[in-house]
């Protein structure tokens, strides 16, 4: 299993993960017929945003522990990264609430630049931000 905190953005689906899904926003449909929401997830290393799809939506509740496998780490429509299943990955729950986690790094936070002795790699560039700007700690 992959810890969050070396997730890189890459375009293979390729990562083993296991993680707390902590938050879960809105479910909004995409083209008129693809259902998406937006999640908060989490290990003990690091959070990150996932994106669920279709009944990957109605199936995952905060407190689930889910295991991804072949999962990708891509950017969204726009500049922010997410986790999410592809086509080729799948995501299944393996428990509920008891798993330790931080918030912190949030790899969805990250400014990543193409690595300049790899052109097929990504390296992190700078913070974007501590915590998550789509969910944001709550005082």
């Keep these: 299993m ?14 083993n993960t296991q993680f707390i899904i902590l938050e879960k926003g809105k479910i909004t449909l995409e083209g008129g017929q693809n259902k998406t929401c937006m999640g908060l997830v989490a290990d003990e290393t690091a959070s990150v945003h996932f994106q669920l799809w279709n009944e990957e939506c109605d199936s995952f509740e905060a407190g689930d522990i889910v ?28 428990g509920e609430f008891t798993m ?8 969805s936070e990250i400014l990543w630049a193409p690595d300049p002795n790899n052109s097929g790699k990504y390296v992190r560039e700078s913070l974007i931000s501590t915590h998550s700007c789509i969910f944001p700690p709550t005082v």
């Design 2 to 15: 992959l810890p969050l905190k070396d997730i890189t953005p890459a375009a293979r689906n390729n990562i």
């Design 67 to 94: 295991r991804l496998s072949n999962g990708i780490f891509s950017y969204q429509r726009g500049n922010s990264l997410v986790l999410r299943a592809g086509k080729r990955g799948k995501v299944e729950k393996v």
């Design 100 to 107: 330790a986690f931080v918030e912190s790094p949030n790899m």
